[in-house]
C-alpha cells in the first residue's frame, strides 16, 4: 500500500503496487498523455516501473529537461533500429545523448551517403507510426554475453564483458530490435513524434583510441515540437554562417596546417585581434590588483610528479627525453609554474592575498577527431591568474573575480551569462571545515551575482569547489568560458607556505582563475558572436583608406598616416583596382570603416565615409573624424 509523495507536497494513497502511467492518471487525464518518464526518489524511472514502497515521485513531460532528453535518447534507439533494417549486418555500438540532440556510432564497411540518411529519416517515420511497444528486461550477464555474439554484434558483447559481475544488465526491447541499455525510455515508439532530423555523418574511433577501428558516427537532433525543431535548424543554418574558420579565412586572421595540428598560424590582422584582447586583459587586471609574470614552458617530470599532473594529466602531455636521459614535458596548465614563483622570497600574511596573471602558452594533446578550428586546439594560451589567499579572504576574493569577470563579458557584448557551481565530491582533498568555507564564499560570490545559476551536486574538482560562467551567444548557444576554483591541495603539495600574525607557518588556499579560459577559443567565440563584425575598438583593422583613382594617392596616403598617428589602425589600398571592387573586398573582410577620396574630399579636406553593411555614405570633415573615432578606437577600460 505505497504512499506517493508528489512535488507539491501532496500524497496520494495506493491499495497495492503502481506505476508511473496509474500516478499520472490519479493527478490528471492531461498529465497522463503528456507524461514520458518520472524520478522514483530521485532515480529516473520508465512509466512501467512498479513501485511498491513509500516513494517520492515525479512526472517529465517534454516541457522537462529530462524528458526532452528521454525523447532524444529513444530517437538514438529508434535511428540505431532503422539502420539495422535497412543495411543488415551493420553493428551498433553506443548511441547517447548530447546537447541538442544525439549520435550513435556504427561498425559498417560501405560509408553513408547524405542520400542514406534520407533513407534513415524516412524509415524512423515508419518505426514511430508501427508504435512498437518499449519493454524492460534484466539478463544474466553471460546470458548477454553470449547472446549478442551470436547475433554478431561483438562491440555489444564487449561493452557487457567490461561489466562487474553481479551488476543488472539492463535490455530494452523496441518491438523484436533490442538493445543494451540503462534506460529509462518511453512506453513506445510513437511517443517520440516525428520532430527530428539527422544532421551529419562523421568518422569515430571505437572508444576514441585512435589504435582501434574507425566507425561511422550518424548525428541528429530531436525536439518536442515542430516549431523547436525548425528554430535549431534555423540556428544551424545561422552557426554555419558564422563559422569562424570560414570568417577568419575571408578575413585573413589565421589558418591551420598538417605540419602542426591543433596549432594556430597567426596572421597579421588575427595577431593584432589577438594582442588587443591581451592589451585590453592586462590594463584591467592591473587595475584589479594582479602582477604579471611569465614562467617556462618547459618544466622537469618531477615538478609534475610533485603536483599530481604526472598521474592524473599524463597521456595528454607532450614529453621530451633529452640526451642525458632527464625527461621533460611542455606545461599543459600554468599552475605549477606559478606556484614556483610564489615560493621565491618568505611570505607573509600581510603579502595577502597575492594575485599574480599569466598569459601562457599550455600544449594539451587532444585526439585528433576532437580539433575544431579555433575551438579546440592543442596549443593556446591562457588567461590564468592564481591568487594566494587566507581562508578567511575567500569570500571576498571570490565576489571580486566574479565582478570582474562579468565586467569583462560586458565589455566585450555579453550580458546573458548563466553561474554553474559544483561543491565538494566523494573523492577529495582537504578538511572538511575548508570545504565548509570554500563552498559558502563561492556560493555567495554566485548569488551576489544576481544572475541565473545551478548547482551541480559532487561535480567539483578533487581539491575544491568551483563556478563556471556560461556565456548566452547572439544566436542563443551557450558557452562555458570563465573558471573559478578552489585549490585545497596543490600548494600544499608543492611546498607554498606563509608566515602567520603568531608566527607560524600556514598554508594559503589557491584560486584558479580564467576570465576566457583560452584566448585562441575565445577569439573564436567572439568572431562568431558577431559574424566577424566585431566592435570597432576590437577590429584588428578599423579603417581602410582608398582613393576612386591613382590620381588621389597621395591625398589617401597623407589621411592615412594622420589616422594612424592617432592610434586608429589603418591602411590604404592603392592597388590597380577599381573602386566597387575594393568595397566588396574589404566588406567580405569585415573592416568597419571604409573612407572614400576623390576631388571632393581634398578640396574640403574631408574624408567620404562608408561604413560595414551600409549603402549610404557620410561626408566628415578629417579634424572631426579624428576626433571622433579616435576616442571609439580605445578599449573601454573604465
Not at 515521485?57 to 517534454?62: A, E, M, Q
Not at 611546498?495 to 583560452?518: I, T
Request: net charge neutral; charged share 30%; aromatic share 10%.
Amino acid at each position: 500500500m505505497p504512499n506517493i509523495k508528489l512535488p507539491d507536497g501532496k500524497n496520494i494513497n495506493f491499495s497495492k503496487k503502481v506505476n508511473g502511467l496509474e500516478i499520472a492518471e490519479k493527478i490528471s487525464k492531461s498529465l497522463a498523455k503528456e507524461a514520458l518518464i518520472m524520478s522514483v526518489n530521485n532515480d529516473l524511472k520508465d512509466l512501467s516501473f512498479e513501485i511498491e514502497k513509500d516513494s517520492s515521485v515525479k512526472i517529465f513531460t517534454s516541457k522537462d529537461k529530462e524528458g526532452l532528453e528521454t525523447i532524444r535518447h529513444d530517437t538514438a534507439h529508434i535511428l540505431a533500429m532503422a539502420v539495422q533494417e535497412l543495411f543488415p549486418g551493420t553493428q551498433v555500438t553506443i548511441g547517447p545523448t548530447i546537447e541538442d540532440g544525439f549520435y550513435y556510432d556504427f561498425s559498417r564497411k560501405e560509408p553513408f551517403t547524405q542520400g542514406d540518411l534520407k533513407k534513415i529519416e524516412e524509415k524512423m517515420s515508419e518505426i514511430v507510426d508501427r508504435n512498437e511497444t518499449t519493454r524492460r528486461e534484466v539478463w544474466n550477464r553471460d546470458k548477454a554475453i553470449l547472446h549478442f555474439k551470436k547475433i554478431g554484434e561483438k562491440y555489444k558483447s564487449e561493452i557487457i564483458n567490461e561489466i562487474p559481475e553481479g551488476e543488472e544488465v539492463s535490455i530494452y526491447f523496441h518491438g523484436k530490435w533490442h538493445d543494451l541499455c540503462r534506460g529509462p525510455h518511453l512506453t513506445s515508439t510513437g511517443k517520440i513524434g516525428k520532430n527530428f532530423k539527422l544532421t551529419k555523418v562523421a568518422g569515430a574511433y571505437w572508444r576514441g583510441n585512435s589504435n582501434n577501428e574507425m566507425l561511422q558516427r550518424i548525428y541528429g537532433t530531436s525536439w518536442a515540437s515542430k516549431k523547436d525543431l525548425e528554430n535549431y535548424i534555423k540556428r544551424l543554418e545561422e552557426a554555419e554562417k558564422r563559422d569562424h574558420r570560414k570568417l577568419g579565412k575571408e578575413m585573413d586572421l589565421f589558418h591551420f596546417r598538417e605540419e602542426s595540428p591543433g596549432s594556430v598560424f597567426w596572421h597579421e590582422k588575427g595577431w593584432n585581434l589577438f594582442q588587443k584582447l591581451i592589451d585590453y586583459m592586462r590594463s584591467k587586471q592591473k587595475a584589479a590588483g594582479y602582477k604579471e609574470i611569465n614562467t617556462p614552458e618547459i618544466l622537469d617530470r618531477s615538478l609534475w610528479e610533485k603536483s599530481g599532473h604526472w598521474e592524473k594529466f599524463g597521456e595528454h602531455m607532450y614529453t621530451s627525453t633529452t640526451p642525458d636521459d632527464k625527461v621533460f614535458a611542455i606545461k599543459p596548465m600554468n599552475c605549477p609554474g606559478c606556484v614556483q614563483v610564489f615560493n621565491q622570497g618568505l611570505k607573509s600574511y600581510r603579502d595577502l592575498p597575492l594575485k599574480m596573471s599569466e598569459f601562457g602558452k599550455v600544449h594539451r594533446y587532444e585526439p585528433s577527431g576532437a580539433l575544431h578550428g579555433l575551438l579546440r586546439v592543442r596549443a593556446f594560451t591562457q588567461d590564468d591568474a592564481h591568487i594566494f589567499c587566507t581562508e578567511d579572504q575567500i569570500t571576498e576574493e571570490s565576489l571580486s573575480v566574479t565582478n570582474l569577470i562579468l565586467g569583462i563579458y560586458k565589455d566585450l557584448g555579453f550580458e546573458n551569462i548563466i553561474l554553474k557551481y559544483s561543491d565538494r565530491p566523494k573523492v577529495r582533498v582537504g578538511e572538511d571545515k575548508v570545504w565548509d568555507k570554500s563552498e559558502a564564499a563561492l556560493l555567495k560570490a554566485v548569488k551576489a551575482s544576481k544572475l541565473e545559476y545551478s548547482v551541480n551536486k559532487g561535480e567539483g574538482a578533487f581539491y575544491g569547489p568551483k563556478i563556471e560562467f556560461v556565456l548566452r551567444d547572439a544566436i542563443g548557444r551557450d558557452w562555458q568560458c570563465g573558471t573559478l576554483q578552489v585549490d585545497l591541495n596543490l600548494p600544499e603539495r608543492l611546498g607554498a607556505s606563509y608566515v602567520d600574525k603568531d608566527g607560524s607557518k600556514k598554508v594559503p588556499v589557491m584560486l584558479h582563475r580564467a576570465l576566457f579560459g583560452s584566448l585562441e577559443r575565445f577569439i573564436g567565440i567572439l568572431i562568431e558572436n558577431y559574424s566577424g563584425k566585431l566592435p570597432f575598438w576590437l577590429s584588428p583593422l578599423q579603417v581602410m583608406v582608398i582613393p576612386v583613382s591613382d590620381d588621389f594617392n597621395d591625398y589617401a596616403e597623407k589621411i592615412n598616416k594622420k589616422i594612424s598617428d592617432t592610434g586608429i589602425t589603418s591602411e590604404v589600398d592603392l592597388k590597380n583596382h577599381n573602386l566597387n571592387y575594393k568595397i566588396r573586398e574589404h566588406s567580405m573582410s569585415k573592416v568597419p570603416l571604409l573612407l572614400i577620396c576623390g576631388k571632393k574630399e581634398v578640396d574640403s579636406n574631408s574624408v567620404t565615409i562608408r561604413r560595414l553593411d551600409s549603402n549610404k555614405q557620410e561626408n566628415m570633415e578629417l579634424k572631426t573624424f579624428l576626433k571622433k573615432f579616435a576616442d571609439l578606437s580605445k578599449a573601454p577600460l573604465n
